[in-house]
């Protein structure tokens, strides 16, 4: 069965770091695109980093572009988010997800918990 699994979240200050994974189980991550999402209460689902698995090629969002980076263990099958420069307005729920080519489901985490003190 494939599992998404992130960690790493927690409690931090305003300027602070952290770094998030998201470990697959059941597929292999190298082959699939990687998303990370985040979705604070209130607000609408946010994409906020991506890496391809076509070219290895990365996308950010505006909101957290030059603060995160998005890369890849493949020897650990595992994607990071490293946050870093953390703001209060990146707290938030933050899931990985797998796009799944030719179907039309996606595989989801459970989410990690980022809070951001002011």
């Known amino acids: 069965e494939v599992q998404l699994v992130e960690s790493g979240g927690g409690l931090v200050q305003a300027g602070g770091s952290l770094r998030l994974s998201c470990a697959a189980s059941?597929?292999?991550?190298?082959?699939?695109?990687v998303k990370w999402f985040r979705q604070a209460p209130g607000k609408e689902r946010e994409g906020v980093s991506c890496i391809y698995n076509s070219d290895g090629s990365t996308y950010y969002s505006d909101s957290v572009k030059g603060r995160f980076t998005i890369a890849r263990d493949n020897a650990k099958n595992t994607v990071y988010l490293r946050m870093n420069s953390l703001k209060p307005e990146d707290t938030a729920v933050y899931y990985c997800?797998?796009?799944?080519?030719?179907?039309?489901?996606?595989?989801w985490g459970q989410g990690t918990q980022v809070t951001v003190s002011s």
């Open positions: 997800n797998a796009p799944v080519v030719g179907a039309p489901f996606n595989y």
């Open positions: 059941g597929l292999i991550f190298d082959d699939y695109t």
